[in-house]
């Protein structure tokens, strides 16, 4: 069965929205969306994000348009551990199963739902193919997801990578209700 959805944020790292269309299937999901943004500077970006089997990204296009012009980053998940941008190798990101696309709640979803981590106790480290808006640069990011507890039907998740880490509110989808510093949904 797949379920729906369209959610919007409002987007406080880049004092801007975020639109995305999701569709929830067994064990996967796509979504596409819109997020216009004025830090670092005025942005549009669109995007379309598909996974496979266990929320592993599969494929991440992204359109970015700003003042220096428009850019395009054609991410690819070959499905054993390899990533591409733009038909390029990132062996950097070798053993990565997701992609962080930068100020985008959407997908901090994945890792969280593959291991249940807004319903079951437990911390997990994950490399990430992580995506800076609105330049489309791709670097490896080290991220650890920590359970923290049950909320209002979702639960609630501690985000941390470098020094930086933020206490995450989720709903029963494992998708980004509040975000400190981040994002807060609007719809």
């Known amino acids: 069965m797949t379920v729906s959805r369209v959610i919007t944020w409002g987007v406080l790292a880049s004092r801007g929205y975020e639109t995305a269309w999701v569709e929830f299937g067994a064990g996967a999901l796509g979504a596409h969306g819109r997020a216009v943004g004025t830090r ?66 959407l997908t901090n979803t994945m890792p969280v739902l ?18 800076s808006v609105p330049d489309l640069t791709v670097r490896p990011s080290r991220q650890t997801y920590t359970h923290l507890g049950g909320a ?15 206490d995450l509110e989720l709903d029963a989808d494992g998708c980004v209700v509040h975000y400190p510093g981040l994002a807060t949904r609007m719809w």
């Open 40 to 105: 670092p500077e005025p942005y549009w970006i669109t995007y379309v994000l598909v996974t496979a089997e266990g929320f592993v990204t599969r494929r991440l296009q992204v359109t970015a348009e700003s003042a220096d012009g428009t850019r395009s980053l054609d991410l690819r998940h070959d499905g054993e551990g390899r990533w591409t941008a733009n038909e390029e190798p990132l062996p950097e990101m070798d053993g990565a199963l997701d992609c962080d696309l930068g100020r985008c709640p």
């Open 152 to 166: 209002s039907g979702g639960g609630r998740v501690r985000y941390a990578s470098g020094d930086f880490s933020s």
């Open 114 to 131: 593959r291991h249940d981590l807004h319903r079951e106790p437990g911390e997990r480290e994950f490399l990430m193919a992580w995506v």
